[in-house]
């Protein structure tokens, strides 16, 4: 495997995004772009990106917006943008997409999205879908309803009055402060990331994880979440999807059966649904990681057509 690092500028403000590529030692038959989730980094997809350049495809990811290597100084971290943060982030991955399709043209693309990347990608496939080969989706959330539309309110009462970038441990507390409560005696706060203590001990190690982010981050994120629902319908219909979950995620678990559905009522003909028993929130960090990416692989090789070339 071939290991590569950029930056690529956005087309609408020039900020500067930092991204990663692998790509395998002989013939590339396909690229997947991936799209980390919140508060973790690019990096961490390593072990992953070996796993699919050894079975051929060439990855591109990038680091999101108050994220990693793209928020290098201490004002962009937790943050994504002053204006229409969420629309911002899903342009920023069609930016890097087309990279990687002028590295690699001719090659189909497909789309892999974890956590808060798997929820920017629900809403990049309505724009950008029809150009993709196929789209996974792991560790979504489903709809939140009354709740999330508070939260918003929240987030939004709170950029007010302390300023966008302010850092909300209010917002942090009620969106993940319930999270650890089925894993009671927990070892650490993130217990709810995985079954290996030693991957969640990785996690908190990583200085570029864990963070508390912004209030207009939560702003931006929830408003984006809110609107996911209505946009299923908006899938391309010939867009071939994927999601997997554990069953006790906190972010999705058994709901993403739900979110599945969506797509499937939608018109959306080909819809994989994938639920990992006592799996947790990052299933590629998981004691079932091996058998969760020869799943994955398994369904990009069975997937590979001229579609998005």
Known sequence: ??????????????????VR????????????????????????????????????????????????????????????????????????MHTVAQAAR??????????????????????YVTRYGHDLAGAVFSGTGGDQGLLGRVGELVARAESRVRGRRATSRLMNSLTFGSFNKAFTPARTDFDWLSRDPDEVQRYIDDERCGEVFTAGFFADLLGGVNSLPALAGRTPVDLPVF??????DPVGGEAVRKVAGWYRDAGVRDVTLEIYPEGRHELLNDTVRDEVTERIIGWLDAHLTTKGA
Do not use: C
């Open 1 to 18: 495997m071939r290991a590569d690092t950029s930056t690529l500028a956005s087309p609408l403000d020039g900020a500067a995004l930092f």
């Open 21 to 92: 590529s692998w790509q395998p030692d002989g013939d590339v038959k396909a690229v997947v772009q991936l799209a980390h989730g919140m508060a973790e980094h690019s990096a961490r997809y390593e072990r992953f990106a070996q796993a699919l350049t050894d079975a051929g495809y060439a990855v591109w990811i990038h680091d999101h917006r108050g994220h990693g290597e793209t928020s290098s100084l201490p004002e962009e971290r937790g943050y994504f943008a002053d204006d229409h943060g969420w629309d911002t982030v899903v342009d920023d």
């Open 102 to 123: 002028e590295a690699h043209p001719g090659l189909p693309l497909f789309f892999f999205g974890h956590s808060m990347g798997s929820l920017l990608g629900r809403d």
């Open 243 to 248: 999601f997997l979950s554990g069953s006790q």
